[in-house]
C-alpha cells in the first residue's frame, strides 16, 4: 500500500507539473480535449480511487468517488452550486460520471485545493468511506493537497457532455512522462535519479493496470467459450428438432390430402341433407309462428294483469302500513288511558273513603247541632221566661214605686229590700243574656262549619260522577278497541290470502316468462345466429383483452359473440346442435339458471 501511494503521489506530481508547464509555455485557456489536463483528471481519479471500499450490489462491486466528494457540499456551503450542477447534468446515470463532473467545474473555478483539504481535515468522515491504508487517509493525503494548490495559476473553460463522463475508461498514459535522463536540462544528479525512479514507478504501474485488464480479458473469454459450447449445443438440438418437424409437416400434409377428400364427399352428403331439411324447416316455420303468435299474446295479457295485481298489491301494502300506524297509536292510547284509568280507580277509592269520613263526620255534627239546637230553644224559652218574670218586676217595681210616691216614702226599709233584688235579678239577667251571646256565636260557627262539609260533599259527588262517565268512556274504547283488533286480524288474513295469490300469479309468469325465451330461443336458432365475423372483433367481449398469437379467438354457439379461451370454456348442449358444444360465460350461467328454474 506504501508503494502504490508513492507512485500515485509520484504520478500526480509529474502530472501537475506537465500541465502547468505545458499551460504556460502554451499561454491560453485549457479546453477539455488538451491531453495534459485529460491525464491529470485520470491521475487525481486514481489517487481519489486508492483504498475506496467498494459498495457491494447484486451484479458487481462498485467503487464511486461520488460518495466522499459529496461530503464537500456538507463541510462547504459554498459548494452546493457545483453539486447540484454535477447532479443535474443531463445524460450522466452513474456516480463516477457525477464525481468526474464535480472536479471538473471545481478546477473551472479554482477551488479544488481549498475543498480537497478541508475534505482531507476530516478523517472521521472519511473513514466511511476509505480504508486505513488508504491515500486520503495518509501523510500523502496532506502532499496531495498542497500540490494541487499550483492549479489555481491555470485557467480552463471545458466542455463536456455527461455520456463522455460515464463512459470514460481511465487508463494512464505513461508516455507522456517517460523522459531521457541524458536530455535533462538540470544539471544536478539528484534531480536525475528522480526521474529515472519516477519513470520506473509509472512503468510498474502501468504493468500493473495491463496485468488486471489482461485477467479481465482471460474472464471474458472463458465466459464467452462456455456460451458457445452451450449454443452450440443448442443449435444441434434445433436442427433435431427441425428435422422432426419437417417430417411432422409431411406427414400432416398427407393426412391433410385424405380429410379433405373426405370433406368433398361430406359436403356432398350434407348438401343434399340441408336441401331436405330446408324443406321440412319451411314446413315447421309456419307452425311456430302461429304458436309464438299465441304465446305472445297470452304473455302480454299476463303482463297486464301481473301489473294490476302489482298495483293492488301496493294499494293493499299501502292500507296495511296505516292499518299498522293506526294500531300503534290506538294501542299506545288505550295504554295512556289504561294508566289514567287505574290513577281514576285510585283516586276514586281515595274519594270514597274521603265520603264515608265525612259522611261520619257529618252524621256527628248533625246530632251535635240537633242537640245544640235542642239547648238553644231550652234556653230561649228560659230567656223568654226571665223576660216575662222581668216584665211582671218592672210592672210591680213601678207599681211600687207608685205606692211609695203615694205613700211618700213611708218605709224605707221596704225599698232597701226591693232595690236589693232587683240588683239580684239585673245580675242573673246580665249572666243569662252573656250565655245567650256564647251559644249564638257557637251555633254559628257550627252552621258554617255545616256549610263547608255540605259544599265538600257536593264536590266529591261531582267528582265521583266525573270518574264513573270516564269509567264508562274506558269501557266504551275497551269495546272499540276489540273491534278494531278483530277487524285487523281480518285484515292479516285478508293481506295473507292475496300475497299468497301474488305469489301464484308470480309463478305462473315465469313459468310463461321462461317458456317464451324456450321459444325465442328456439327460434332464434332456427333462424340462424348472429354470427360475428373475426374480422369484427379485435378484443373479447367479455374481459376486453387484445387477441393475439397466444390469446386465440372463439365463437360461442348460443349468441354468436367472440370471446377468449378464459372467457368462453363451457360447454353445454343446445336445440340447434346434436352434442355438446362451446357457449361463453353469461350464456353459460342464463342457460343453467333456465335449467334449474324449468326443473323446480
Excluded at 460520471?97 to 472521521?124: N, S
Excluded at 302461429?290 to 301489473?307: A, D, G, H, L
Excluded at 259527588?461 to 266504551?476: K, V
Excluded at 352434442?579 to 324449468?598: M, N, Y
Aim: glycine share 4%; aromatic share 4%; proline share 2%.
Amino acid at each position: 500500500m506504501s508503494i502504490e501511494r508513492s507512485n500515485l503521489l509520484s504520478m500526480l506530481k509529474l502530472s501537475i507539473k506537465v500541465l502547468i508547464h505545458s499551460s504556460l509555455s502554451l499561454g491560453r485557456t485549457l479546453d477539455s480535449d488538451y491531453p495534459p489536463l485529460q491525464q491529470f483528471f485520470i491521475v487525481l481519479e486514481h489517487c481519489l480511487k486508492h483504498g475506496l471500499k467498494a459498495k457491494k450490489s447484486l451484479i458487481s462491486h462498485n467503487k464511486s468517488i461520488w460518495g466522499p466528494l459529496e461530503l464537500v457540499e456538507k463541510l462547504c456551503p459554498e459548494s452546493v452550486n457545483i453539486a447540484t450542477s454535477a447532479r443535474d447534468l443531463p445524460g450522466i446515470k452513474t456516480g463516477l460520471g457525477r464525481g468526474r463532473a464535480w472536479l471538473h467545474l471545481a478546477l473551472m473555478q479554482k477551488t479544488v485545493a481549498d475543498y480537497m483539504k478541508v475534505l482531507l481535515g476530516r478523517k472521521d468522515l472519511l473513514s466511511e468511506f476509505y480504508d486505513p491504508g488508504a491515500l486520503m487517509m495518509e501523510e500523502e493525503g496532506a502532499v496531495m493537497g498542497g500540490l494541487l494548490v499550483g492549479l489555481n495559476v491555470i485557467d480552463a473553460n471545458l466542455c463536456f457532455k455527461g455520456e463522455d463522463l460515464d463512459s470514460q475508461v481511465g487508463i494512464i498514459d505513461f508516455s507522456l512522462y517517460l523522459k531521457d535522463p541524458t536530455s535533462s536540462e538540470t544539471p544536478k544528479d539528484n534531480s536525475k535519479m528522480t526521474a529515472i525512479l519516477d519513470q520506473k514507478h509509472y512503468i510498474e504501474e502501468l504493468n500493473r493496470h495491463l496485468s488486471g485488464t489482461v485477467a479481465n480479458l482471460q474472464a471474458k473469454m472463458d465466459s464467452l467459450v462456455k456460451t458457445n459450447s452451450k449454443i452450440v449445443e443448442e443449435l444441434t438440438a434445433a436442427t433435431a428438432r427441425i428435422n422432426s418437424l419437417q417430417e411432422e409437416q409431411e406427414h400432416l400434409r398427407n393426412e391433410n390430402e385424405s380429410i379433405r377428400q373426405s370433406s368433398l364427399k361430406k359436403e356432398e352428403a350434407a348438401l343434399q341433407d340441408s336441401q331436405v331439411e330446408l324443406e321440412t324447416y319451411k314446413q315447421t316455420r309456419q307452425g311456430l309462428d302461429e304458436m309464438y303468435n299465441v304465446v305472445w299474446t297470452q304473455y302480454k295479457e299476463e303482463k297486464r294483469i301481473r301489473q294490476e295485481l302489482e298495483h293492488e298489491l301496493e294499494l293493499q301494502v299501502g292500507l296495511k302500513q296505516e292499518m299498522e300506524v293506526a294500531m300503534k297509536l290506538l294501542e299506545k292510547d288505550i295504554h295512556e288511558k289504561q294508566d289514567t284509568l287505574a290513577a281514576l280507580r285510585l283516586q276514586l277509592e281515595q274519594v270514597k273513603t274521603l265520603n264515608l269520613q265525612m259522611f261520619h263526620k257529618s252524621q256527628d255534627v248533625k246530632r251535635q247541632a240537633e242537640k245544640k239546637q235542642t239547648e238553644a230553644v231550652q234556653l230561649e224559652q228560659k230567656i223568654n221566661e226571665m223576660e216575662k218574670a222581668m216584665m211582671e218586676l218592672e210592672q210591680r217595681l213601678h207599681n211600687s214605686e207608685r205606692e211609695c210616691r203615694q205613700t211618700g216614702h213611708s218605709d224605707k226599709d221596704v225599698k232597701v229590700e226591693l232595690g236589693g233584688k232587683v240588683d239580684a235579678l239585673q245580675k242573673q239577667l246580665t249572666d243569662q243574656d252573656t250565655l245567650r251571646m256564647g251559644l249564638e256565636n257557637e251555633l254559628r260557627s257550627e252552621r258554617e262549619r255545616r256549610q263547608n262539609l255540605q259544599q265538600t260533599l257536593q264536590r266529591e259527588q261531582d267528582n265521583s260522577t266525573e270518574l264513573r262517565t270516564q269509567l264508562q268512556q274506558l269501557q266504551g274504547l275497551q269495546t272499540e278497541l276489540q273491534k278494531l283488533k278483530h277487524e285487523k286480524k281480518q285484515l292479516q288474513q285478508k293481506c295473507e290470502q292475496q300475497e299468497q295469490t301474488l305469489q301464484d300469479m308470480g309463478q305462473h309468469l315465469s313459468q310463461s316468462k321462461l317458456k317464451m325465451e324456450d321459444f325465442k330461443e328456439v327460434n332464434k336458432a332456427l333462424k340462424g345466429h348472429a354470427w360475428l365475423k373475426d374480422d369484427e372483433a379485435t378484443q373479447c367481449k367479455q374481459c376486453q383483452r387484445e387477441f393475439s398469437i397466444s390469446r386465440r379467438k372463439h365463437h360461442c354457439r348460443n349468441c354468436g359473440d367472440i370471446y377468449c379461451n378464459s372467457c368462453s370454456s363451457n360447454e353445454l348442449s343446445l336445440p340447434s346442435y346434436p352434442r355438446p358444444v362451446r357457449v361463453c360465460d353469461v350464456c353459460h350461467s342464463l342457460l343453467l339458471q333456465r335449467s334449474v328454474s324449468t326443473v323446480s
